[in-house]
Nanobody, 122 residues
């Protein structure tokens, strides 16, 4: 059975940092693009960052320079290090997997986890 489990969300002050973690099972992890998307109330789903099977990262403009995605295929895990968080980063963050190398929009993802809430206060 395929399962994606996400953790690490929290409430922080602007300028703070968080590290989101995700583990995926039941799929050929190393063959999939892994990524993070976020959904805030009233906002369009946004692909924040992805890392494909060969380790090439992609960052949305809003994440560049502040977020870092990484993966460990042996552990079947992916992380999103978020630094210098801004109030506009407040959203539910989802870890997801896709067979495509380039993933955008969010509907390109094939599998996703339960989401973790990130709240950034000013």
């Amino acid at each position: 059975k395929v399962k994606v489990v996400t953790s690490g969300g929290a409430s922080v002050q602007a300028g703070g940092a968080l590290r989101l973690s995700c583990t995926a099972s039941g799929l050929i992890f190393e063959d999939n693009t892994m990524g993070w998307y976020r959904q805030a109330p009233g906002n369009k789903c946004e692909v924040v960052s992805t890392i494909n099977a060969d380790g090439s990262p992609y960052y949305a403009g809003s994440a560049k320079g502040r977020f870092t995605i990484s993966r460990d295929n042996a552990q079947k895990m992916v992380w999103l290090q978020m630094n210098n968080l801004l109030p506009e980063d407040t959203a539910v963050y989802y870890c997801a997997a896709a067979t495509l190398a380039v993933v955008d929009p969010c509907s390109d993802f094939d599998l996703w986890g339960q989401g973790t809430q990130v709240t950034v206060s000013s």
